[in-house]
């Protein structure tokens, strides 16, 4: 065979390899930084669910450079899996928990990062603004709102990114009952409860197209019985 047939797909392997490298190697530092175990488990059970695959698409998908704004992001550990990987992007998370803010911020300092922040606020309440930023991450957040505040936020996210900016959105579908039912369990058990509003693939893009979004929706691979999905929303200029 001619050396180039040969040689790109040689070349995406080794780059896939060093990408799966970083991302476990970038995964750790951030467990290790939370002081208390019993969080460490938990950051390390979320990168169990949103896995190094999960992780290499969202990478594809977020820019190296810019200000991302995380919507809900708990204790923090996607903002400081980017602010590590992305020295020159400012990353801001946002939570309504005091208590995993303050986690957020001592893992932060712990890792000497100084490219993060990170506040309590509910940028879901419709009196309160998003900034200005060039991408808008949301994790696993859509689901916990009932229909008119997903609908809010989508909004919300619309007016606060720049053109060309995108909003990024893994979240569970529809469209796999199994797997659904599955999630559905672990969510009462995580949220004592709490009321959980899913939504098809359709539904999804088709909000997000009316509310001036170009959109591509992608099926994530996973060992667990989780329906994800991701959707990548770039706003119209």
């Known amino acids: 065979l001619p050396a180039f ?9 080794g780059c896939a390899i060093v990408r799966a490298i970083m991302i476990a190697c970038l995964t750790r530092r951030v467990a290790r930084a939370y002081p208390r175990p019993l ?7 979320r990168f169990l ?3 190094r695959r999960m992780l290499a698409a969202l990478m594809q998908h977020i820019p190296a450079e810019g200000v991302l704004v995380n919507l809900g992001c708990g204790f923090g550990l996607f903002d400081l899996f980017f602010a590590l990987a992305y020295p020159h992007k400012r990353i801001f998370g ?5 208590t995993r803010i303050e986690s957020a ?5 712990r890792l000497g990062l ?3 922040d990170f506040d309590v606020q509910d940028l879901c309440a419709p009196e309160v603004p998003i900034p200005a930023c060039d991408q808008i991450l949301v994790l696993d957040i859509l689901h916990h709102l009932p229909p008119e505040a997903q609908n809010r936020l989508i909004a919300k996210a619309a007016e606060a990114l720049r053109p060309g900016g995108r909003l990024v959105v893994k979240d569970i579908h529809r469209g796999a ?13 995580m949220t004592r409860g709490e009321p959980t509003h899913y939504f098809s693939e359709e539904s999804l893009r088709k909000r997000l197209q ?15 019985p989780f329906p994800h999905v991701l959707a990548v929303a770039v706003r119209r200029e």
């Open 114 to 116: 100084r490219n993060s």
């Open 210 to 224: 009316e509310a001036g979004f170009t959109v591509e929706m992608l099926r994530l691979p996973s060992l667990l």
């Open 39 to 45: 969080t460490r488990l938990y950051v390390r059970l």
């Open 49 to 51: 669910i949103i896995n």
């Open 177 to 189: 009952p199994f797997r659904l039912a599955f999630t559905w369990l672990l969510d009462k058990l």
């Open 5 to 13: 047939f040969v040689a790109a797909p040689a070349r995406r392997l």
């Open 94 to 98: 946002c939570d309504l928990s005091r």
């Open 105 to 109: 911020r001592a893992a932060r300092d």
